[in-house]
């Protein structure tokens, strides 16, 4: 029953931005730590951001100061902005659930079926 859902994604180039949400369904998001990952072709999965209960965020440097997660308890979903995109962004991102309260101490319990991001002149 547990379910998450991401949009959003699509092709951009350099320096654009693009909104990714991931709606969440059988469970209310606001009681986990919720985390995005991107897979870039030929590479493996990795950590994009996440989000606790609280509103506390991390973010990895690759990321740091152009992507924001937040979230909006009352539509059950959580989102990411990405601004100044570069191609390196490019790839499959997916959210997931964490099995922890805390980001850095969880690690993916549900994962959603992932929307595709490319940044591409």
């Known amino acids: 029953q547990v379910q998450l859902v991401e949009s959003g994604g699509g092709l951009v180039q350099p320096g654009g931005s693009l909104r990714l949400s991931c709606a969440a369904s059988?469970?209310?998001?606001?009681?986990?730590?919720i985390g995005w990952f991107r897979q870039a072709p030929g590479k493996g999965r990795e950590g994009a951001s996440c989000?606790?209960?609280?509103?506390?965020?991390y973010y990895p440097d690759s990321v740091k100061g152009r992507f924001t997660v937040s979230r909006d308890n009352a539509k059950n979903t959580v989102y990411l902005q990405m601004n100044s995109l570069k191609p390196e962004d490019t790839g499959v991102y997916y959210c997931?659930?964490?099995?922890?309260?805390?980001?850095?101490?969880?690690?993916?319990?549900?994962w959603g079926q992932g929307t595709q991001v490319t940044v591409s002149s």
């Open positions: 989000i606790e209960r609280d509103g506390t965020t």
């Open positions: 059988g469970f209310s998001l606001a009681y986990y730590a």
């Open positions: 997931a659930r964490l099995q922890a309260t805390y980001c850095l101490s969880g690690s993916p319990h549900y």
